[in-house]
Nanobody
């Protein structure tokens, strides 16, 4: 069955960096476009970034452009989200998703606070 396991979330100070990982199994990862979403308390889940199956095409929410970088390693069936210059408004649970499917991970908490 499809499994998506996020990791790397933590408490970090404003201006700091984190790298999230999403380990995938149970499907052909290298043929699947993937996305990162986040959901802050009291808010709807929102798209953060997406990446094509081969990794050559990416897209970002305006709020994270220039600060976050999405990438993937198809040999390791893993997707990443490098987050730099973190702000308190980046605080949320971050989820990975196989695009155009109902498959989601359990999420990893990112808290940006001094």
């Amino acid at each position: 069955q499809v499994q998506l396991v996020e990791s790397g979330g933590s408490l970090v100070q404003p201006g700091g960096s984190l790298r999230l990982s999403c380990a995938a199994s149970g499907f052909t990862f290298s043929r699947s476009a993937m996305s990162w979403y986040r959901q802050a308390p009291g808010k709807e889940r929102e798209l953060v970034a997406g990446i094509s199956s081969g990794g050559s095409s990416t897209n970002y929410a305006n709020s994270v452009k220039g600060r976050f970088t999405i990438s993937r390693d198809n040999a390791k069936n893993t997707m990443y989200l490098q987050m730099n210059s973190l702000k308190p408004e980046d605080t949320a649970v971050y989820y990975c998703n196989v695009q155009w499917t109902p498959y989601w991970g359990q999420g990893t908490q990112v808290t940006v606070s001094s």
